[in-house]
């Protein structure tokens, strides 16, 4: 589990949060220290306002009264226009409003926050202020990571994550909640409960794998992957501390052998793998970051049609948004050929940065295993190598196409469609029939 922490400068940016920021204050930032990933982040506010389109803003009752006192409703700007809607129909609770194209109400044509700019930036919603900036608890200690929601962060421009921790460590008070040290660990395998530091030897192993460059992104991915079926196939109830080590060191060597024989076949994945790879590719792009978070019921109905026609993968590509290419699926199963390092790049980060924080198994999927978690984030792989198809669709791909994609990729980290029951089953099947690889290898041509 995570929760956000976000630096701002003149612009308004938020992410949708799996739960609300407090205002009161947490003494949890007292006793667990915040440590950044062993790969370098980077990041600063551009004033895109991407992350201002979207998302759902979800208000305290402090928030509410905060904006009532800033005098919108007699603003010249704003009459007759509301600034808060409430979430659900059957009366959830406020939200920042959002235009029809689900765009935030304050957000200005610059990209830049009406409430900042007028009241100042402590006079913003906490989400807004958090943003893109998160925090991790891995038992001991919490790990700073990004969001790459927000498109500076999917290209890792700006300042180091390090420059940044003064203001995480003055902002984490309001976000987290207490008791952090008694935050109970994922299972390595699905119904097993194990404890941080067993959780730990594992994911630590997982990074080794995951960040080691002498090795390809896919290479490493389907190392992990195959590690995940024989930690599924154990009994690890009973094994524990240096024994559980060395059976993750015995299981990673077998894996990396079986690795060599799948990438020499690139079978082509099976009828049923292709089904449910294109059923969840819809779900992300669902996500597109311009698509809005709640939209219309005939929005509905035509992202429901949409899903059908993708699951179906026949003929043109519906585009479930503007900006999405005219396509068809024959197109989007072609060889991408070999793509430039700096193209490739921000997928890789995504990846890498995914598994060091263990956002893979934690945050917007909770009670997902360590196993079922990481499987997750690897069927992301051959899913944005899909998107970055159609969105590069009759040219090169761009790096600029990548990180789109990157955004589109963590934009679904808390939606319930990716991280529900009925996903955690598809990547069962997926995992039964070896289809997971399959499809890592067939989209990574």
């Known amino acids: 589990m995570s929760w956000p922490i976000r630096k701002e400068k003149e612009s308004s940016s938020l992410s949708r949060l799996t739960m609300s920021s407090t205002s009161t204050p947490s003494s949890a930032t007292n006793t667990l ?45 704003f009459k007759g226009v509301a ?60 790990r700073l990571t990004m969001r790459r929601t927000c498109p500076s962060a999917a290209d890792n421009k700006g300042k180091v994550l390090k420059e940044h921790l003064g203001l995480v460590r003055e902002l984490a008070p309001h976000a987290l909640p207490e008791k952090l040290e008694s935050l109970a660990a994922p299972g390595i395998v699905s119904r097993r409960s194990h404890p941080w530091a067993d959780v730990r030897r594992v994911t630590d192993h997982f990074e080794r794998i995951m960040l080691d460059e002498r090795f390809p992104p896919v290479r490493r991915l389907l190392h992990l992957v195959r590690l995940c079926g024989h930690l599924a196939e154990c009994r690890l109830g009973r094994v524990k501390g240096k024994a559980l080590v060395d059976l993750v060191e015995v299981l990673a060597t077998a894996a990396s052998k079986e690795v060599n024989e799948l990438l020499r076949e690139r079978a082509e994945p099976s009828r049923t793998a292709r089904i449910l790879f294109r059923q969840t590719a819809g779900e992300y792009v669902r996500f597109h970051p311009n698509l809005g978070d709640r939209p219309s019921f005939a929005k509905r109905w035509e992202l429901l049609r949409a899903a059908v026609r993708i699951a179906r993968g026949r003929g ?37 940065a995914m598994t060091a924080s263990l956002q893979y198994c934690g945050a917007g999927r909770f009670g997902w295993s360590v196993v079922d978690g990481f499987r997750a984030l690897a069927l992301a792989f051959p899913v944005g190598l899909w998107v970055l198809r159609w969105l590069s669709q009759g040219r090169e791909p761009t790096r600029e196409d990548m990180i789109r994609t990157v955004c589109i990729l963590d934009r679904s980290h808390f939606y319930p469609l990716l991280s529900g029951y009925r996903h955690r089953k598809r990547l069962d099947v997926l995992a039964r029939q070896r289809g997971l690889e399959r499809l890592i290898v067939w989209y990574a041509r």
């Open 33 to 77: 220290p915040i440590r950044t990933l062993p790969i370098v982040e980077q990041w600063d506010c551009f004033a895109c306002g991407q992350c201002c389109k979207g998302h759902t803003v979800v208000l305290d009752a402090s928030e509410t009264r905060r904006l009532s006192e800033q005098g919108w409703a007699r603003h010249p700007d």
């Open 83 to 142: 600034v808060t809607q409430q979430v659900g129909l059957l009366g959830g609770p406020t939200a920042l409003a959002q235009r029809p194209d689900g765009s935030c109400v304050f957000l200005t044509d610059e990209g830049l926050c009406r409430i900042h700019a007028e009241h100042g930036e402590a006079a913003k919603p906490w989400a807004c202020r958090l943003f893109p900036f998160q925090l991790i608890p891995v038992g001991d200690h919490l």
């Open 316 to 352: 043109e590509v519906p585009r479930v948004h503007p900006d999405m290419p005219v396509a068809r699926f024959e197109d989007l199963e072609r060889p991408l050929g070999g793509l430039l390092a700096e193209v490739v790049g921000p997928l890789n980060a995504y990846l890498e």
